[in-house]
């Protein structure tokens, strides 16, 4: 794909909390604790689900995993929107395992723009998200920032993100099943927005099961791919 400082191909890493885990986690990954699908969802989803405390148990999974390499530069995918989320613990349990950088992952923008204000009122919308960002940012570490609306785009170049993740939306959710071209044309948008405020940062598109392939992904802008 277009650029040559990130991997073209991403894995999404799922890290159990239960059992010490030995794997090496390498730039390209995204780790994340388990997502606990739910039926008939697809991981990209799921992990929005309110029944779950995802940074708990990304707290319990950074203790079974293995001290990250220098060279190495996996995301940890953190919910930045939760407003019990205590960013000092967080970062520093990772930078204790040398871990430096994270993501909005997943992302309240994913439940879609209908239900944006509603989260607003709550003060647990996006501006919550690209705050806490900034807090870790501040303390150091490379943010990269989730995106499933333009709308979302303009603040996330804000933050200097080392990439942006194009996310989908409950508003891409149709019949059971994502829209792989309203992801494709999110992703176009995306890369117009960057290519206009005259932004390097690298783009991967989580693709997921949608059936979209690394070619169809670059011809939208994607300089990356997340396919599992």
Avoid at 66 to 75: E, K, T, Y
Avoid at 89 to 98: D, N, S, V
Avoid at 148 to 160: G, K, N, R, T, Y
Avoid at 184 to 191: D, E, I, K, S
Wanted: charged fraction near 20%; proline fraction near 8%.
């Amino acid at each position: 794909m277009a650029n040559l400082q990130i991997p073209t191909a991403w894995n999404r890493i799922v890290v159990d909390a239960e059992r010490f885990t030995s794997n090496v986690l390498r730039t390209g990954d995204i780790v994340l604790p388990p997502l606990r699908r739910a039926p008939g969802l697809p991981a990209e989803l799921s992990g929005l689900m309110p029944s779950r405390d995802h940074n708990g148990d990304l707290l319990l999974a950074i203790e079974r995993m293995s001290h990250c390499l220098p060279a190495d530069r996996p995301v940890i995918g953190m919910f930045a929107a939760d407003p019990f989320l205590r960013i000092d613990q967080l970062a520093g349990r990772l930078a204790q395992k040398g871990y430096r950088d994270v993501a909005n992952l997943p992302s309240v923008t994913q439940y879609g723009i209908a239900f944006r204000p509603v989260l607003n009122g709550l003060n647990v919308g996006p501006a919550r998200e690209f705050k806490a960002l900034d807090q870790f940012a501040a303390l150091g570490f490379a943010v990269s920032v989730s995106v499933a609306h333009i709308d979302d785009v303009a603040p996330a170049l804000a933050l200097a993100p080392a990439q942006l993740f194009v996310v989908p939306s409950f508003d891409l959710w149709c019949d059971g099943k994502l829209d792989p071209g309203g992801l494709l044309t999110l992703c176009g948008q995306v890369a117009e927005h960057r290519q206009r405020a005259a932004s390097r940062a690298p783009i991967v598109l989580f693709a997921g099961h949608t059936g979209i392939s690394p070619m169809q992904a670059r011809n939208a802008g994607a300089d990356g791919i997340v396919l599992d």
